[in-house]
């Protein structure tokens, strides 16, 4: 669960323009990822965390709203 004021942060960052350009730049670095160019096991643990990271920040915008709704459905008399 996120607090209050975690989850206006995260609003105000989802709409700066910033934001919007990161995202673009993590989808272009995601693109670059090529498992099978890899020509050791190192180049692939190094690309298969990296593919991780970029997965994770893509999906961070809809993790947080999706908590947030999860919040919004929650009935208040059981808070």
């Known amino acids: 669960m996120i607090t209050e004021k975690q989850e206006e942060d995260a609003r105000d960052l989802f709409n700066m323009p910033g934001w919007k350009h990161l995202v673009e730049e993590w989808e272009d670095q995601m693109q670059m990822c090529n498992i099978d160019s890899?020509?050791?096991?190192?180049?692939?643990?190094?690309?298969?965390?990296?593919?991780?990271?970029?997965?994770m920040m893509?999906?961070?915008?809809?993790?947080?709203?999706?908590?947030?709704e999860q919040d919004d459905d929650i009935d208040p008399v059981f808070q």
């Open 38 to 55: 890899c020509q050791t096991l190192e180049e692939l643990h190094f690309q298969k965390g990296r593919l991780a990271v970029l997965r």
């Open 58 to 68: 893509l999906n961070y915008e809809a993790y947080i709203k999706n908590i947030m």
